[in-house]
């Protein structure tokens, strides 16, 4: 089964945006057991829409292209894809019902642009569109018309805004695909989430005890980011699972302090999680990270029941008058000092009355280093109902990687901390 | 020119992570004028490396590889297209220097695998790696090999981790590529930035001016995200820069209220610049937005002499201890009402001493709302020195979603009230 993504859009080739089509895609898809072949990223222009479609279609047996629906006159996909498959465009008075609705529906008055959304190529399914006015249109390929094969291929035009896009996805795209192309050889997949440990040590703890793994069938892959890594086990066959089972038990012997969740945890989850079963409560003092901690944690469904509140304490006479820093040890020691973060941290928890408080303050940059603390330090406390620990940390990144790796840290530590593991270790 | 690009790595294929190098070598390479034709994703597997790579070759003037140059087993780039272009391997010595001093340098012990980063094929240019071990590598490919034409042809492999692979491509490719393949046509861009208004009715408000403009080769893109629409004027040959000159001077008069900025701009920063330029201070209450806000703002190098204080007030007693929200408005009214956001904002505004303080509460979901306050049901307030205003909004997407457009919005009525421009529009 060899499926291919196509993205249209100048502004992907501009770089004004980020692809985040092909990632959600990709990963929806791996969660079934397919894995996509190839991705292209393409202008809005006919040459290149015309000549990569074409090209999809003459290897792959699924090819799904996004964007291009819309109403505005850079949006070619549709009338392209019917003249290279030599389709006819007629108007669907269904989809002119539902874009017509839509508008009704908001109050808003319907741009007489949008009615070419209506325009279905001829044998083309509507997929309907819940969300949004573009339909999703999918075709079937003659056998012999693109590629060499004995069935037929197919492709699908999804929209491009992705809430629009995404449900259409899983409610219509993903059911289709599982009766068309039902998978034939059992596929297992188990990844490992870490953090605190590089990629090429993390392969030498673990690379030589999966060898006899690997001889009959186990794929390992590596992820690494900046503050995590991640393990990828897989095998396709009958023994796929027993393998997997195998190599992951391996893993959690051998890697196991580093490892923080699996697939698609995420650690401000797994922190909350821990919390929540313990009923134990957080607070943040933040600086340098400025409210991405915060962020990320209230970017977890539940977070109220755990997160008390947070304080983004930037300058030294908020850290004064929110978190009871004395100014006598601002004076001596400077902000970014281990003792200002210790008297943040203890301070947020006093106030907030949480169970834990997590505070760090250093210098994000590009400014403000200097020779004993250069741009890139970082101390980061935690205040508990056993006292309080503050980890010095050198993250020396560009601004939005130091908020970032220094996140990470700080909640690695809190998890730790949960879990009863060392945290010298960190 | 004909550019593209090639990102390996089965964890993209996966979805495991964002591909954030096209975006950021696109938009390097439209800076200078140069525009990618296409980029392809593709799996760490040979069959889809050595396929990519060969049709790109068959088609492109450059093509740039980025991944697959690490250390570990599934790393398969570098052999790959050495044994596609028929070069042998070698180990180069000032590369294995490089790499024994890199480790030297940070006191860690160089894994015996990193070794392989030292190959380098017969014939290539090595480009430096001044931030990791693994080298660029620069290889001229003989016309004829893979396609017909008069010139050679390139291909670039860099290494996949971003702070590697970003100083090395401004720094050497992107001075390599003005030398190799100079810009024979005048290009002109401009991209303007807007917030408040549709992709539709933003084109009907300036399509039809722009007409006589676009039959001297006046090109117009949109780009829709939730939040924010671009357009995009650009334009090729010796009247370039006066057509998109006159097509900005046009969209600025008939739809300039909803241009917060241009090409690069976000909101945040601007919002930043027009404080610092007043040097007025800037204060959050963050309830449902959990931080996203000041997060935005705190990614803005300088924001520190703007932004005081912000508080993540999640829970009700956050509210009143934190920002002095009264018992009796929190009983009578909820934490979502009209008279929270505003005690909220001023709270802020009064503690943090700040002259504006922005405050929002709602309802984020996907639980907590009611029929006369559904999920997504939002207040904005701003305090500041001419009084306080509050806007209500009805945000209805996921919760990521929901911080991001609330963030715009509270964002932009504050942008509004700076450049004196009626809120009740936005």
């Known amino acids: 089964m060899n499926i291919e993504l196509i993205n249209t859009g100048t502004e992907l080739m501009l770089g004004a945006v980020l692809n985040t089509h092909q990632p959600w895609m990709c990963r929806v898809l791996a969660g079934h057991g397919y894995l996509v072949a190839r991705q292209a990223a393409i202008p809005d222009d006919s040459k290149n829409i015309r000549e990569a479609v074409r090209e999809a279609l003459s290897r792959a047996d699924l090819v799904i292209t996004t964007g291009g629906l819309g109403p505005t006159s850079d949006d070619l996909t549709r009338d392209l894809i019917a003249e290279l498959l030599g389709r006819k465009l007629k108007l669907d008075a269904s989809v002119m019902a539902h874009i017509e609705s839509f508008f009704a529906g908001r109050k808003r008055v319907m741009p007489a642009s949008s009615k070419v959304q209506a325009l279905v190529p001829e044998g083309a399914t509507v997929l309907p569109n819940l969300h949004g ?13 693109f590629r060499q094969s004995d069935g037929p291929s197919f492709l699908i035009m999804l929209p491009g805004p992705p809430r629009e896009l995404r449900p259409m996805f899983i409610e219509v795209v993903v059911p289709w695909l599982k009766r068309q192309f039902p998978q034939s050889v059992a596929f297992a997949s188990h990844t490992f989430k870490t953090t605190g440990i590089g990629e090429s040590l993390l392969e030498e703890a673990i690379a030589p005890s999966l060898q006899p793994l690997i001889a009959s069938g186990l794929e390992i892959g590596y992820c690494a980011r900046i503050g995590e890594v991640d393990v990828r086990l897989s095998a396709r066959g009958p023994q796929a699972n027993g393998t997997v089972e195998e190599a992951c038990a391996l893993v959690r012997r051998l890697a196991g302090e580093y490892i923080f ?3 698609d945890d995420q650690l401000e989850a797994v922190v909350i999680r821990h919390l929540a079963e313990r009923r134990q409560t957080l607070a943040l003092a933040e600086s340098c990270t400025g409210g991405f901690i915060s962020n990320r944690l209230t970017n977890v469904s539940g977070a109220s029941a755990v997160f008390q509140a947070g304080m983004v304490t930037y300058s030294n006479k908020a850290k004064e008058s929110l978190l009871g820093v004395q100014p006598e040890t601002l004076a001596k020691h400077g902000a970014v000092s281990e003792p200002v973060a210790r008297e943040m941290a203890e301070g947020a928890r006093a106030r907030s009355e949480a169970d834990f408080a997590l505070a760090v303050t250093g210098i ?8 004993e603390k250069p741009v890139g330090t970082v101390f980061i406390a935690l205040a508990g109902p056993q006292g309080t620990v503050v980890l010095q940390r050198l993250n020396s990144y560009d601004r939005e990687t130091f908020k970032y790796v220094t996140s990470q840290q700080a909640l690695e530590l809190l998890r730790r901390t949960l879990a009863g593991i060392s945290t010298s270790a960190s």
Chains 1, 2 share one sequence.
């Open 133 to 145: 006015t573009a339909p999703g249109l999918l075709l079937e390929v003659s056998p012999g018309q």
């Open 261 to 263: 969740g699996c697939n």
């Open 364 to 371: 994000a940059g590009p400014t403000g280093g200097a020779p």
